[in-house]
């Protein structure tokens, strides 16, 4: 997932901010993107227009998280929802494993990498909490669910 590039939105008047400085960092998230501006019941998106502080366990310092998206919905009720979306690999989704007695540089990095995320999707959750709004995590499951092969 190392492709990025510009995304220029069909819809610029749902999109949250700057819709020519729409960037995507992953073809998960422009994938994401193009569901976003194609689908009716989303009535507005944006990408990394949400920062939320977070404690790193990794320096123990404050650090700004760049939510990967908002996107406000109406549900199956009716009413208007927003929620806020990090799109992620599933295999960063869940504690590394440690395999055996070695402790390896890629098992130290996959902590790292899991302990920082946690941090970050703790408080996001929060902060959604916060405001009344939701917090997910998308993976390639939900990306490339069957039958959605775009």
């Avoid at 869940?94 to 990498?113: A, D, H, L, Q, S």
């Avoid at 959604?128 to 998308?138: D, Q, R, T």
Wanted: net charge positive; hydrophobic share 30%; with cysteine.
């Amino acid at each position: 997932m190392a492709y990025k590039g510009k995304y220029k939105p069909k819809n610029p008047k749902k999109y949250l901010g700057d819709p020519t400085k729409v960037i995507y960092r992953s073809l998960w998230e422009r994938r994401f993107m193009v569901f976003c501006d194609d689908n009716d019941s989303v009535l507005s998106w944006g990408s990394e227009e949400v920062v939320i502080p977070y404690m790193s366990p990794k320096d123990n310092k404050m650090h700004r998280y760049y939510v990967d998206f908002i996107v406000e919905t109406i549900n199956k009720r009716g009413f208007k929802e927003v929620t806020l979306i990090e799109v992620k690999p599933k295999a960063q989704c869940k504690e590394p494993n440690k395999k055996g007695n070695r402790k390896t540089r890629r098992y130290f990095n996959e902590v790292m990498r899991w302990g920082v995320n946690s941090a970050k999707w703790e408080a996001a959750r929060e902060f959604a909490e916060n405001k009344g709004w939701n917090f997910k995590i998308l993976t390639e499951d939900h990306l490339y669910k069957r039958g959605n092969k775009k």
